[in-house]
């Protein structure tokens, strides 16, 4: 019965595989590897924006299930900041376009089912002449399969904001670095709180809270699809922003040493179930470091 149960699945992953090997030798893309991409981080002061899976979707107009409710605009934005080539901006999408290497079987699997699926309609949106960034470069953690050497790779990652003054814009439910050591190397955190669910529809409030952040600032942003559009708009006011999505979450699940995406109390994990209200974190510095509030009014998450 086991046998029986697991063999079509089986097939169909191997399937994938084949038909995503064709695709890679195809399609020669190249991605940068994350000392590259720190480098232009740190030392070039480069901004990124991230395209996952759920990004990707959106701009092809499939619908999903998410703390954001697709619309043309959204895919629209989405699809003008891929195809940017603005220099002071890299660009990431998935490694898994080059190759799966180091992931977990099950990692593997989604990856090489997700471009079977959909490699065919992105293709025509990249550009096999760009160096792109790795947009699982701040999911350092739980897809890979060795996590021997995790310790070393979030002292390099944290080099990005050592004796930074940080500003992040993110989810009511996100708390980067609270209760957690990641960001404890920065000279001064400040924050700007947006809702949690479908913060695109306040887009425009989002961005005229971020204009009046002093430039010199580092600007860390998690907050969905409307993070990669976000950096992108910033950057070309001249600051440098940086889409980070989960890496506070892939931290926390680091410091648990946990095998699979499991709920943390009190931050919203949209992979994991979300959040309960009674979880919800008390923390004095967390709400000192509050500047400013958006859609708040208008969210029952905020």
């Not at 959106?58 to 998410?66: A, M, R, T």
């Not at 293709?123 to 470069?137: C, E, M, V």
């Not at 580092?218 to 950096?231: E, H, Q, V």
Request: proline share 2%.
């Amino acid at each position: 019965m086991i046998i029986k149960k697991y063999i079509p699945r089986f097939l169909i992953n191997i399937y994938s595989y084949i038909v995503y090997i064709k695709f890679i030798r195809k399609n020669k893309l190249n991605i940068l590897d994350d000392k590259e991409i720190l480098n232009k981080i740190i030392l070039e002061r480069k901004s990124i924006a991230r395209f996952g899976d759920g990004e990707l979707k959106w701009i092809l107009g499939i619908e999903q299930v998410s703390f954001q409710d697709g619309s043309l605009e959204l895919s629209k934005r989405l699809e003008e900041v891929l195809r940017s080539k603005d220099n002071n901006i890299l660009i990431c999408i998935p490694k898994a376009f080059n190759n799966v290497k180091g992931y977990t079987y099950k990692s593997k699997c989604f990856w090489c089912n997700f471009i079977r699926w959909h490699g065919k309609d992105i293709i025509s949106y990249l550009d096999l002449k760009y160096n792109y960034g790795d947009s699982t470069f701040t999911r350092w953690y739980i897809e890979y399969k060795d996590k021997t050497n995790m310790k070393k790779k979030i002292k390099e990652i944290m080099k990005i904001w050592d004796n930074r003054n940080v500003v992040i814009i993110e989810g009511s439910q996100t708390k980067t670095g609270i209760g957690n050591e990641l960001l404890n190397n920065c000279k001064s955190i400040k924050r700007i709180i947006a809702p949690s669910k479908n913060s695109f529809d306040f887009y425009n409030d989002i961005l005229n809270e971020a204009k009046k952040i002093d430039k010199n600032n580092l600007i860390l942003i998690a907050l969905g699809p409307t993070a990669t559009i976000l950096a992108y708009d910033l950057t070309k006011l001249g600051y440098q922003a940086l889409d980070v999505g989960h890496i506070d979450i892939e931290y926390e699940w680091y410091i648990r040493k946990a095998k699979k995406k499991i709920p943390i109390k009190g931050k919203y994990v949209n992979e994991a179930g979300g959040i309960m209200e009674e979880e919800a974190i008390n923390d004095l510095d967390y709400e000192k470091s509050i500047i400013a509030k958006v859609g708040e009014k208008n969210n029952e998450n905020i």
